[in-house]
């Protein structure tokens, strides 16, 4: 049973099943040992493009009217889905704007309560130091004043709605692209096939760092 639609499946598809099954048998049995076994070969080849040109016109309308199809049904699905995704743009933004909001009076709310049990800490230290001087042990005093005050680490927790959650995430702007290392640039593939095309081996004095290489392409007419 096929997998397509019963209107979009050309009536010859059977048929070039059919072929297309002989065929691969047939190119399995191809073996060239002399000009005439070659001769063979080029003429199964030349069977071989009739019959993807076959295949190919037979699917040219379904697939012509398979893409209109698909052109018409994704215009009008973006045209919907621009409501809500302009709508959660705006409100990812102001969530996004109002989480930064919100980390920075925390981390300022947790320095400043970190701040103020350092001083109480330093405050209780000296008061200690002070007693212990007081009372005739000035070298335990000073090694107590010696001794570093840690500022406790505060957290504020942050409660959300349910069903939403929010991450950092880090991002780059390029603001010169000389100064990039090497390591991250990536060689113009495009620009370099095109001076290969051009030039053959004589391309590696060209660009440099690289191997031309020559592969045999096979054409039937």
Same mark, same amino acid.
């Given at each position: 049973?096929?997998?397509? $639609?019963?209107?979009?499946?050309?009536? @010859?598809?059977?048929? *070039?099943?059919?072929? =297309?099954?002989?065929?691969? @048998?047939?190119?399995?049995?191809?073996?060239?040992?002399? $000009?005439?076994?070659?001769?063979? #070969?080029?003429?199964?080849?030349?069977?071989?493009?009739? *019959?993807?040109r076959?295949?190919?016109s037979?699917?040219?309308?379904?697939?012509?009217?398979?893409?209109? #199809?698909?052109?018409?049904?994704?215009?009008?699905? =973006?045209?919907?889905?621009?409501?809500?995704?302009?709508?959660?743009?705006?409100?990812?933004?102001?969530? =996004?704007?109002?989480?930064?909001?919100?980390?920075?009076?925390?981390?300022?709310?947790?320095?400043?309560?970190?701040?103020?049990?350092?001083?109480?800490?330093?405050?209780?230290?000296?008061?200690?130091?002070?007693?212990?001087?007081?009372?005739?042990?000035?070298?335990?005093?000073e090694?107590? *004043?010696?001794?570093?005050?840690?500022?406790?680490?505060?957290?504020?927790?942050?409660?959300?709605?349910a =069903?939403?959650?929010?991450?950092?995430?880090?991002?780059?702007?390029?603001?010169?692209?000389?100064a990039?290392?090497?390591?991250y640039?990536?060689?113009?593939?495009?620009?370099?096939?095109?001076?290969?095309?051009?030039?053959?081996?004589?391309?590696?004095?060209?660009?440099?760092?690289?191997?031309?290489?020559?592969?045999?392409?096979? #054409?039937?007419?």
């Amino acid at each position: 049973m096929s997998l397509l $639609p019963e209107i979009l499946e050309p009536a @010859e598809v059977p048929a *070039l099943r059919a072929q =297309g099954t002989e065929l691969v @048998e047939r190119a399995k049995a191809v073996k060239i040992a002399d $000009p005439d076994s070659y001769e063979t #070969a080029v003429g199964e080849l030349r069977r071989v493009v009739n *019959l993807k040109r076959a295949i190919q016109s037979a699917f040219e309308r379904p697939k012509k009217l398979a893409f209109e #199809a698909h052109r018409a049904i994704t215009k009008l699905e =973006g045209e919907l889905l621009a409501f809500p995704v302009g709508a959660e743009s705006v409100i990812k933004r102001e969530i =996004g704007r109002w989480e930064d909001v919100e980390r920075r009076r925390r981390e300022q709310e947790q320095a400043r309560i970190s701040e103020d049990l350092r001083r109480r800490e330093e405050d209780e230290r000296l008061e200690q130091a002070e007693a212990l001087s007081d009372a005739g042990h000035q070298e335990a005093a000073e090694a107590l *004043l010696d001794q570093p005050i840690v500022a406790p680490l505060v957290e504020i927790r942050h409660e959300k709605p349910a =069903g939403i959650s929010t991450r950092g995430k880090w991002t780059f702007r390029i603001l010169d692209e000389k100064a990039i290392a090497r390591a991250y640039l990536m060689p113009d593939e495009k620009k370099i096939r095109q001076v290969v095309t051009a030039l053959g081996p004589d391309a590696v004095e060209v660009v440099g760092g690289i191997e031309v290489l020559r592969d045999t392409i096979v #054409a039937v007419r």
